[in-house]
T-cell receptor, first 113, second 112 residues
Framework: DTEVTQTPKHLVMGMTNKKSLKCEQH?????MYWYKQKAKKPPELMFV???????INESVPSRFSPECPNSSLLNLHLHALQPEDSALYLC????????????FGPGTRLTVL | SQKIEQNSEALNIQEGKTATLTCNYT??????LQWYRQDPGRGPVFLLL???NEKEKRKERLKVTFDTTLKQSLFHITASQPADSATYLC???????????WGLGTSLAVNP
């Protein structure tokens, strides 16, 4: 199984809402990633978890809070977002070592009103 | 800092022709370079990885070359089809962390 799943597919939220994005993989990968992507731009790394521990935080605002409950699951908790946070949020996973080929989920299209 | 440049212009080709996309990098010598395909509103899909000691890698109609002297990778799609229309991204890992450096991508349109 080479699939990374993400829920929900679409999310519309107000600036005062709290919501969560979920990601799951069953490939046994021990690195998991959150990316943000705006139109016509490459994915922009937000967070990396290695062995369920946060290893990279790309200076992401605290209104984004990642969580890795176990080696298969990754969550992104959202609170008090701004309209400019509207984007495609991508989860990815990879084995550790080598070229770090990343397997991406289909993404969550987030709109902040 | 490390940088990747890809053809910023969209590439339009006729069905059946070979598409060639370019990825140039600076300020680093990656041990691996990767190519991904991305369709609108979807996550990137891994296509091929090539190592610095490999000159060429093939997978079905896809071919990637890696010239460490020129600091360039070329991505070829032979016998192109309209279904190959997408954005193609190249990326490499710089250093020992998990972060990939991405190019902006090249949009390919294959016209029937």
């Amino acid at each position: 199984d080479t699939e990374v799943t993400q829920t929900p597919k679409h999310l519309v939220m107000g600036m005062t809402n709290k919501k969560s994005l979920k990601c799951e993989q069953h490939m046994g990968h021990r690195a998991m990633y959150w990316y943000k992507q705006k139109a016509k731009k490459p994915p922009e790394l937000m967070f990396v978890y290695s062995y369920e521990k946060l290893s990279i935080n790309e200076s992401v605002p605290s209104r984004f809070s990642p969580e890795c409950p176990n080696s298969s699951l990754l969550n992104l908790h959202l609170h008090a977002l701004q309209p400019e946070d509207s984007a495609l949020y991508l989860c990815a996973s990879s084995q550790l070592g080598g070229g770090d080929t990343q397997y991406f989920g289909p993404g969550t299209r987030l709109t902040v009103l | 800092s490390q940088k990747i440049e890809q053809n910023s212009e969209a590439l339009n080709i006729q069905e059946g022709k070979t598409a060639t996309l370019t990825c140039n990098y600076t300020n680093y010598s990656p041990a691996y370079l990767q190519w991904y395909r991305q369709d609108p509103g979807r996550g990137p899909v891994f296509l091929l990885l090539i190592r610095e000691n490999e000159k060429e890698k093939r997978k079905e109609r896809l071919k990637v070359t890696f010239d460490t002297t020129l600091k360039q990778s070329l991505f070829h799609i032979t016998a192109s089809q309209p279904a190959d229309s997408a954005t193609y991204l190249c990326a490499f890992r710089a250093g020992n962390n998990r972060k990939l450096i991405w190019g902006l991508g090249t949009s390919l349109a294959v016209n029937p």
